[in-house]
């Protein structure tokens, strides 16, 4: 992809002081819903309103989404409020029910960006339009695959192109719906600046009490825009309840985020602390995550020594982890004192750990 430059004119045509927000429904549910979210939504900062209108369901029988109907609505949120509006699209035949009803922005799912047969259906039906197309990563995270979706839109003559981080599905469970795997989308950044990124901290997080702290990383880690999923009776909704935001909490949001503002000062020095500080934020993250888990396999040999009567301290074994340690450190550029007082310590909360299971 040579000009990934040109691939933000949609975005800078918008002539935002502001991040891009897109916010709506998960799903379209009845035309007075539709309608009702997007009068709330109206004179506020979101730009496009979203509604997904065929649902790409874990299983068969859930709702599945109203179909080719609901374009008709969102015809309708355009010329009531002014709005632009988007929806998410499948397969060839969505893409050219989208176009014909003159939908603002189409995005493709996380379930079709894994599958290079349906990215290749949809890139051929998309040949050659002018509307945005926002490529969400895949399910998995491969940074690959993600790319390789995006250019195969890219090679179709769409020029409008963005791309929407949604997180990644693990088998191991963890407060995350889809675990944001930060560093992912830093290396996308990394290689292609240019693209815009959005944010959808609704898929990412799952429970609408944790949507402002993604957000807020998205934005200090300086993401293009946000996708929030809005719905003026969450509860209820038909699809995604949990993670869905009322109009007003998604106001309340806007309000309460950080932006950076462009001064001198911001783009030679605070800019690119704030976002080297965030970067920082996400690896102590994943450092207090991994000795959680280290410490969690400590409490598994502690009872197993409890059983077997062992000691907990076994020497011959420690020195071994420390000189494997400091080579393993030294390739990194840690110093060998760093690294023996950082495991002199993380080995000494082994011992707590495993004294209190003996002990008990
Ligand atoms: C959605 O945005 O409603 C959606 C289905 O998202 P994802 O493809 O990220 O699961
Ligand atoms: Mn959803």
Redesign the pocket.
Known sequence: MENTKEMRTWLDDLNLDHPLVIAGP??AETEEQVLKIAHELKDTDVSYF?A?IW??RTRPGMFEGVGALGLKWLQKVKAETGMKVCT?VANAAHVKLALEHDIDML?I????TVSPFIMQEIADALEGTDKPVLV??P?NPDLALWLGGIERIYSAGVKNIGA?H??FSTYEKTKYR?TPEWQLAIEFQNKYPDIPLIN?P??ITGKRDMIFDVCQTALDLNFDGL?V?THYDPENAW??AAQQVTPDSLKQIMRDLKVKKATETAVSYREPLENLRAQINVVDDQLIDLLGKRMQVADKIGELKKEQNVAVLQSRRWNEILGNMVMEGESRGLSEEFVLKMFKAIHQESINHQEKIINN
Do not use: L
Not at 109 to 112: C, D, E, F, K, V
């Open positions: 998960c799903s979203r997904g649902k790409p998410e995005w799912g996380a379930r079709s969400k990563n399910v929407i949604r997180g889809n959808d609704s898929h996708m999923e699809s995604d």
